[in-house]
């Protein structure tokens, strides 16, 4: 089993957004890096596919040099190896990152590396475009299932899984196939200090790609307009459970 | 014309659709065209209810091997469609699906997408605004191609059925379909067991964050939840930790809930985890740090050990019920 997984570094942010004058991004100056939630569970995946069944597992960025840090943390966890395609720090619209990874896909098919099963995770943390991972499968013409939250491999047969509405949907693929993983599917593990060692001496293959607009345009950023409200404190400690009854009776909130 | 995609469940119209309709209704206003749908293997019914949401043409699809949702079989025949009818704008709802099918159709037709727009202003240029960010940042933007591919962030119109809906114009359309566009479809579809209250359903959600510290812990959240007839939530620190399983999970990568009363119990309210709240019609916190940023955005809060405040709480509850 040869299996890939694709994170995106987004900011980690607090309480609040704050973006730059211009609009342009977030103000990332005192904040962290992380990747989706999603994202996380895939490469958890991943490593629990390569546990139970053997073969490698290789994590792939499309970012800032910086975003080694993100290639590292999933290789702490287990991932054998990573791909950083190197931007200048501009954010890519979906399409063109969808065909980088494509690019980057092929050559390591030319170089003999061809996986078996591409992981996505379902959306993104920050642009939500939920179409990276579809237009990589389209593209390969690989079978896609979106939104997994269980996966099962028997005899090169994907079987997923998915919610829908109280339902769960049960898909089969056969590998090749591109999966985009939902959060749930796994509680995703932490790294040891064994394993960041580790981590520090995988290989990372660096291949620039520069700069590639696409048909969705960003002009700005903005923060929604948030509705003030004027917090009532009810009191301190548990003294201020009557007055916690008295809301729950006024809002009509307790069964008789 | 705009072309707006259907979705159904076995003939059940999505409500996302019926808001996608209105929109698309006064986006063809504006546009001065007209609005068109699409229904693919559903009932007739369904072309009755897109009529009265605005749709002028509804285009049935049907095909053989069509019974269940299948993307690719559902984006192949929508890019069909648009090859016989070109549509100047096609859209879905920013739903699961619909996003999955215009992400499909997308890549089909080497188009962009914008996905989960909430406004879309057509002059110049075609420009929308989409969430971002799970609903916290808005994007505006230019949106490229032809035709124009988007979908309609969920709950950001309100469906408007027209008073005095006409009878639809039906056209069937067969689309073809390969072996390839049927490679993914549902095997089956088994429901998901849930004990007790939904927490999209609840009036109340108790939910518990890295304060509540263990497990263990819930089981105070367990017991008020139990006296309202509520459900609990968890923030991600709870479910990563493994505290609570992450169906409870309240937030971007969880669940949207929006009920009578939230009670956000040890959670400090990270943007994350305030997206799948705001939308509660009330917002009580109980926290031992004033400073919190949650507590400045809710309506009332406790400044308190959630250990000890949700146990008097259940107590008061008892004793003027008299258990
Ligand atoms: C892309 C992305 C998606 C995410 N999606 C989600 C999501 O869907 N849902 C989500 O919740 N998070 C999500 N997160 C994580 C989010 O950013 C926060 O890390 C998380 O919400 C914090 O959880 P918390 O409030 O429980 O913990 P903390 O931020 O650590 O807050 C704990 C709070 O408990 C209080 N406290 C401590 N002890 C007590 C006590 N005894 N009694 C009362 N109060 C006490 C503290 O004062 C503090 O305010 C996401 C993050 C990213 C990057
Ligand atoms: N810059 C990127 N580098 C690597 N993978 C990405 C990148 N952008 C998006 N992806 C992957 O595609 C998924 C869907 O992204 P999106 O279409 O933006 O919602 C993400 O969860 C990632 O797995």
């Given at each position: 089993m040869n299996i890939l997984v694709c994170v995106k570094r987004v900011p980690e942010t607090g309480a609040r957004i704050v973006l730059t004058e211009d609009g342009q991004r977030i103000d990332t100056r005192y904040l962290g890096f992380t990747v989706s939630p999603h994202e996380e569970c895939a490469v958890e995946e991943a490593v629990r596919q390569i546990?139970?069944?053997?073969?490698?597992?290789?994590?792939?960025?499309?970012?800032?040099?910086?975003?080694?840090?993100?290639?590292?943390?999933?290789?702490?966890?287990?991932?054998?190896?990573?791909?950083?395609?190197?931007?200048?720090?501009?954010?890519?619209?979906?399409m063109p990152t969808a065909e980088a990874i494509v690019e980057a896909i092929r050559q390591q098919a030319e170089a003999g590396n061809t996986f078996d099963l591409l992981l996505f995770g379902n959306e993104s943390a920050d642009a939500g475009g939920y179409q990276v991972g579809v237009r990589v499968a389209q593209a390969l013409d690989l079978p896609c299932v979106t939104g997994i939250k269980a996966l099962e491999i028997r005899d090169g047969v994907a079987v997923v899984r998915r919610e829908a509405g109280g339902f769960w949907e049960v898909f089969e693929v056969p590998l090749p196939a591109v999966l985009t993983i939902k959060e749930g599917i796994n509680v995703p593990r932490y790294p040891s200090l064994p394993g960041r060692l580790r981590a520090k001496k995988k290989p990372v293959l660096e291949i620039k790609?520069?700069?590639?607009a696409g048909g969705l345009q960003k002009i700005r950023l903005r923060t929604p307009e948030e509705e003030a409200s004027q917090v009532q404190i009810l009191g301190e400690g548990p003294e201020a459970a009557p007055k916690v009854v008295d809301l729950l009776e006024e809002l009509g909130l307790i069964p008789s | 014309m705009i072309l707006a995609l259907i979705e159904h469940d076995r003939g059940e119209v999505n409500p996302a659709s019926l808001e996608l309709l209105t929109f698309g209704r006064k986006l063809a206003g504006s546009m001065g065209t007209s609005l068109h749908a699409l229904v693919i293997a559903g009932p007739k019914s369904l072309a009755e209810e897109a009529a009265a949401y605005g749709a002028e043409v509804v285009?049935?699809?049907?095909?053989?091997?069509?019974?269940?949702?299948?993307?690719?079989?559902?984006?192949?025949?929508?890019?069909?469609?648009?090859?016989?009818?070109?549509?100047?704008?096609?859209?879905?709802?920013?739903?699961?699906?619909?996003?999955?099918?215009?992400?499909?159709?997308?890549?089909?037709?080497?188009?962009?997408?914008?996905?989960?727009c909430t406004e879309v202003r057509v002059g110049e240029a075609f420009e929308v605004?989409?969430?971002?960010?799970?609903?916290?940042?808005?994007?505006?933007?230019?949106?490229?191609?032809?035709?124009?591919?988007?979908?309609?962030?969920?709950?950001?119109?309100?469906?408007?059925?027209?008073?005095?809906?006409?009878e639809p114009t039906l056209r069937s359309f067969a689309p073809t379909l390969s072996e390839r566009d049927l490679r993914v479809r549902m095997k089956e579809r088994l429901?998901?067991?849930?004990?007790?209250?939904?927490?999209?359903?609840?009036?109340?959600?108790?939910?518990?964050?890295?304060?509540?510290?263990?497990?263990?812990?819930?089981?105070?959240?367990?017991?008020?939840?139990?006296?309202?007839?509520?459900?609990?939530?968890?923030?991600?620190?709870?479910?990563?930790?493994?505290?609570?399983?992450h169906a409870d999970q309240v937030g971007q990568t969880g669940s949207k809930v929006a009920p009578e009363l939230y009670i956000a119990c040890g959670i400090s309210g990270a943007i994350q985890h305030w997206v799948g709240c705001k939308n509660s019609k009330h917002i009580l916190v109980i926290n031992t740090d004033p400073e919190a940023p949650i507590v400045a955005k809710a309506d009332y809060a406790v400044i308190g050990d959630l250990h000890e405040v949700l146990p008097a709480v259940c107590a008061e509850i008892r004793r003027r019920r008299g258990t």
């Amino acid at each position: 089993m040869n299996i890939l997984v694709c994170v995106k570094r987004v900011p980690e942010t607090g309480a609040r957004i704050v973006l730059t004058e211009d609009g342009q991004r977030i103000d990332t100056r005192y904040l962290g890096f992380t990747v989706s939630p999603h994202e996380e569970c895939a490469v958890e995946e991943a490593v629990r596919q390569i546990e139970k069944h053997g073969g490698q597992s290789t994590v792939l960025t499309l970012g800032p040099p910086e975003a080694v840090e993100q290639l590292r943390a999933a290789m702490s966890i287990g991932i054998d190896s990573a791909i950083l395609l190197e931007t200048d720090g501009e954010e890519w619209p979906p399409m063109p990152t969808a065909e980088a990874i494509v690019e980057a896909i092929r050559q390591q098919a030319e170089a003999g590396n061809t996986f078996d099963l591409l992981l996505f995770g379902n959306e993104s943390a920050d642009a939500g475009g939920y179409q990276v991972g579809v237009r990589v499968a389209q593209a390969l013409d690989l079978p896609c299932v979106t939104g997994i939250k269980a996966l099962e491999i028997r005899d090169g047969v994907a079987v997923v899984r998915r919610e829908a509405g109280g339902f769960w949907e049960v898909f089969e693929v056969p590998l090749p196939a591109v999966l985009t993983i939902k959060e749930g599917i796994n509680v995703p593990r932490y790294p040891s200090l064994p394993g960041r060692l580790r981590a520090k001496k995988k290989p990372v293959l660096e291949i620039k790609v520069g700069t590639r607009a696409g048909g969705l345009q960003k002009i700005r950023l903005r923060t929604p307009e948030e509705e003030a409200s004027q917090v009532q404190i009810l009191g301190e400690g548990p003294e201020a459970a009557p007055k916690v009854v008295d809301l729950l009776e006024e809002l009509g909130l307790i069964p008789s | 014309m705009i072309l707006a995609l259907i979705e159904h469940d076995r003939g059940e119209v999505n409500p996302a659709s019926l808001e996608l309709l209105t929109f698309g209704r006064k986006l063809a206003g504006s546009m001065g065209t007209s609005l068109h749908a699409l229904v693919i293997a559903g009932p007739k019914s369904l072309a009755e209810e897109a009529a009265a949401y605005g749709a002028e043409v509804v285009h049935m699809a049907a095909h053989e091997q069509l019974e269940d949702y299948a993307p690719e079989a559902w984006a192949r025949t929508l890019t069909q469609l648009m090859d016989a009818e070109k549509p100047e704008v096609v859209m879905a709802a920013g739903t699961d699906r619909g996003n999955e099918v215009l992400a499909h159709t997308a890549a089909m037709k080497d188009l962009p997408l914008a996905t989960n727009c909430t406004e879309v202003r057509v002059g110049e240029a075609f420009e929308v605004t989409r969430v971002r960010w799970g609903g916290s940042l808005l994007e505006d933007a230019r949106l490229l191609g032809e035709p124009r591919l988007l979908t309609l962030a969920p709950f950001s119109t309100a469906a408007e059925r027209l008073p005095d809906p006409p009878e639809p114009t039906l056209r069937s359309f067969a689309p073809t379909l390969s072996e390839r566009d049927l490679r993914v479809r549902m095997k089956e579809r088994l429901p998901i067991r849930t004990e007790g209250v939904s927490l999209t359903d609840a009036p109340v959600v108790v939910s518990g964050g890295r304060g509540v510290g263990s497990a263990e812990g819930f089981a105070v959240l367990e017991e008020l939840a139990g006296l309202l007839g509520g459900a609990v939530g968890a923030s991600r620190v709870a479910t990563n930790n493994g505290w609570r399983p992450h169906a409870d999970q309240v937030g971007q990568t969880g669940s949207k809930v929006a009920p009578e009363l939230y009670i956000a119990c040890g959670i400090s309210g990270a943007i994350q985890h305030w997206v799948g709240c705001k939308n509660s019609k009330h917002i009580l916190v109980i926290n031992t740090d004033p400073e919190a940023p949650i507590v400045a955005k809710a309506d009332y809060a406790v400044i308190g050990d959630l250990h000890e405040v949700l146990p008097a709480v259940c107590a008061e509850i008892r004793r003027r019920r008299g258990t």
